[in-house]
T-cell receptor
């Protein structure tokens, strides 16, 4: 099976940088996603890592270490609209390459 | 290009009633998924499908059934609704074969179901 852990809540200040961590255990690994979800809305795709290292997309970056079962999402120059839940998801596992399992999500509150 | 479409948006069921949540996608994706999300929680995988005629159980399949007769459609059936099935249901699709590296899940807007 799969076990995905991330903090349930975080608070950060507008303009600052915040790092949201995700650790996972899986019998097979075929990539890790980060999604953003505003309250009452569907998740939207932010980033995807399948190889070790850092992927940068504007204000958002995501890092992966497969040997450590660890990823983080880095948000720079925080804006109030970044207040949302951030979901870590792992593709793969005992169910096969196509199975995608989500963590509980980290609720980020950005304060002025 | 509508993406992933779910109907209905909202539904209230009485205990013991049955219903089908509809999901259709127009991106010719082979992989489709059903998730449920309880308040303040993450997404739990109910069922998924890798193509027409092929379905498999996720983490929380009890109380649900699915079918995949076409590439486009992946309906989720609740046979005997229970209060524990009150949740928001999301359908999603993807196709790693169309993009070998980056193939995110595309989500529908969700169905909010209340069982009383």
């Amino acid at each position: 099976g799969q076990n995905i852990d991330q903090p349930t809540e975080m608070t950060a200040t507008e303009g600052a940088i915040v790092q949201i961590n995700c650790t996972y255990q899986t019998s097979g690994f075929n990539g890790l996603f980060w999604y953003q979800q505003h309250a009452g809305e569907a998740p939207t795709f932010l980033s995807y890592n399948v190889l070790d290292g850092l992927e940068e997309k504007g204000r958002f970056s995501s890092f992966l270490s497969r040997s450590k079962g660890y990823s983080y999402l880095l948000l720079k120059e925080l804006q109030m609209k970044d207040s949302a839940s951030y979901l870590c998801a792992v593709r793969g596992g005992s169910g096969g390459y196509q199975k995608v399992t989500f963590g509980i999500g980290t609720k980020l509150q950005v304060i002025p | 290009n509508a993406g992933v479409t779910q109907t209905p948006k909202f539904r209230i069921l009485k205990i013991g009633q049955s219903m089908t949540l509809q999901c259709t996608q127009d991106m010719n994706h082979n992989y489709m998924y059903w998730y449920r999300q309880d308040p303040g929680m993450g997404l739990k995988l109910i069922y998924y499908s890798v193509g027409a005629g092929i379905t498999d159980k996720g983490e929380v399949p009890n109380g649900y059934n699915v079918s995949r007769s076409t590439t486009e459609d992946f309906p989720l059936r609740l046979e005997l609704a229970a209060p524990s099935q009150t949740s928001v249901y999301f359908c999603a699709s993807s196709d790693p074969l169309q993009s070998s590296y980056n193939s995110p899940l595309h989500f529908g807007n969700g169905t909010r179901l209340t069982v009383t």
